[in-house]
């Protein structure tokens, strides 16, 4: 009988279980907190070498893939690469997610994503109305955004058709929230999302990148989040999954409940058990990684290249991570450079 693999934990004991997989660096927005690339960086992954480096995340424990961008409706071989994906179900991989704007999210690409494996699909939206999504999308004007709102209720609407249900936890909705951009915005995001019988999961505006110019003041803390929609349908918390970057609550009237990611307020480090990997194959441990900090995993790519080779050098990445940016950011971070967000995928 063939001895169980060694499954790698990091400097801190932390196992490797989720892998996000960026599959381009490009967007057709431009939300002015995450400011992507107008292009590729050189170097972008084939479809094959983006199976191997699932491949080998999973055979070092990672049972979740969650694919990302940049916009990954962009990249015309996701539905690909899903399929090729997933005989790795057999080998431990349990659930592959994706996250996505919605606005190129026809009723026939819903199907196809559906078809092809895709188990949850999270859509971002950060405003309920033109005005809004148009100062959070980075669009000219409130009728650029009202189209683009409509564009995001549509997607909704087909990725429910094609199965995607939200009360099984397949369809959730993210808005970033920034102090004085959309803060008027969470009991419009509370009320659309309760009516669509969608988790809405609020992410707390974080210091990614080095271009959005963070500053601590334009973040609203998730406590502050929590208190202004509990004070219109009341909640109560629910219990955080472990590895979990949202800490979940359910509204006490029995309709649907909100999560919120509080890596600014409340890090969550102690438990991240995140691989990140770019379209063209770096290697990050930490969503606030310095770019330097990234392994290129092209030499472990090439066709003559043996999958033993690059599982051992993800093993040596894991076991040598030591990364709690989060909780260390009041106290070591002044002048850090990070990496891009729409580069490492969110
Ligand atoms: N384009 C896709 C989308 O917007 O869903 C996928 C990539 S995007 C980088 C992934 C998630 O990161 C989105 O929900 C987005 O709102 C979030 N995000 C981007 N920049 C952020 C920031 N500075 N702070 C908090 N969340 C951010
Ligand atoms: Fe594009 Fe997503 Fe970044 Fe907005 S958050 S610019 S939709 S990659």
Known sequence: MATPKAIPTDGLGRPLGVLRLSLTARCNLACPYCLPDGQEPPGLLTLEQRHAVVQA????GAHSLRLTGGEPLLHSQLESLIETVQPLRAQGLRDIALTSNGTLLSANRARALREAGLDRLTLSLDGADGASVARMAGLS????GERTLEAVLAAIGHARDAGFDPAAGALKL?????????DDQLLPLAELCRGQGLELRLIEYMDVGNRNGWNPADVVSAGAMVEHISSRWPLEPLERDLHSTARRWRHRDGTGGIAVVASVSQPFCGDCNRLRVTADGVAYTCLFAAPSSGLDLKPWLQPSSNAMDLEQALTQLWRSRHDR???????STA???HAEMAYLGG
């Not at 993210?174 to 959309?182: D, E, S, W």
């Open 57 to 60: 995340a999973v055979a070092l």
């Open 141 to 144: 004007d409130a009728k650029a």
């Open 174 to 182: 993210n808005a970033v929230i920034q102090r004085g951009l959309n």
């Open 325 to 331: 940016y989060s909780e260390e950011r009041q106290a």
């Open 335 to 337: 002048g850090r450079e």
